[in-house]
């Protein structure tokens, strides 16, 4: 991994992804995105990792694109400006999607256009309590080509992210969990040990189980009751048959007796 992007895994399966520009308020460069993407498949493909924790280094979380970069290419025809987006930024979302593992982001400080959409993606957020969090396009004029546009309306309703879209007023960390942006907002001091300690709560618990729930949750939000219904019975026989399943059951059992 390059400096701008730090990846760990720790002992008890937490693998850590720390955008680390904090001088930039961690904006993202082409090449960061290329060290996130790589971050987020090893985190796929390894067995030893059982959650993901995304942050920021610094007082931000992510300010999303870098603006003194996007300069550098106003001369790109539209056809370069699509591959650009499509075959670098849009990796992001489309890993995240392809990860049953639970991904938390640890939002420690201002998220901003697709800083924030790319939080959004994560399964889960936890917020510092100085943390902003805006959805800026309308600012400079363009739109959010990262999935904000897509991932938004699903965690707090429609006209809710057209105001958000359109006005670009930034939320305090409080407004964002009061709509749902957020799942909770903890003290500054207390982030990364509420993350960590949810991170190895989760991590502990029958794997299979978890990323299947995960899997059958996404999937239901695309699917008629009956498709889900006939996917989740599949779920169910494969998680029954598993030991994870007969020594929760046994304990149990032992535990009423």
């Keep these: 991994m390059q400096e701008d992007l730090t990846f760990t895994i720790d002992e008890d399966g937490i693998a850590r992804i720390t955008l680390n520009r904090p001088e930039r308020r961690n904006a993202f ?24 924790v995304i942050t920021g280094a610094g007082d931000a979380f992510c300010a999303g694109g ?33 990860m049953d593992k639970p991904v938390i982001a640890a939002m420690n400080g201002a998220a901003a256009g697709a800083g924030l959409d790319l939080a959004l993606m994560c399964d889960l957020r936890i917020a510092a ?62 982030l990364m040990d509420v993350t960590d300690a949810l991170a190895r709560k989760i991590a502990a618990s029958p794997q299979q189980s978890v990323r299947m729930i995960k899997r059958a949750v996404l999937a239901g939000m695309r699917s008629d009751l009956r498709t889900h219904l006939d996917m ?26």
């Design 129 to 190: 309590r100085s943390a902003t969090f805006g959805e800026t396009y309308t600012k400079v004029g363009i739109v959010p080509g990262a999935g904000g546009a897509w991932f938004l309306p699903r965690l707090v309703g429609t006209a809710k992210a057209l105001e958000l879209f359109w006005t670009a007023e930034f939320l305090s960390a409080e407004q964002a969990e009061d709509i749902g942006m957020v799942n909770r907002v903890v003290d500054d001091a207390d």
């Design 29 to 52: 460069t082409f090449d960061m995105i290329a060290a996130w993407h790589a971050a987020l498949e090893d985190s796929k493909k390894n067995p030893k990792v059982k959650v993901v």
């Design 66 to 98: 870098d603006i003194v970069e996007m300069m550098d290419r106003m001369d790109q025809t539209a056809a370069q400006r699509k591959a650009e987006l499509f075959d670098r930024v849009q990796r992001i979302p489309l890993a995240l999607e392809d």
């Design 232 to 257: 989740i019975s599949s779920h169910y026989a494969i998680v029954t048959l598993g030991e994870d399943h007969r020594e929760a059951v046994a304990r149990f059992v032992e535990r009423r007796e």
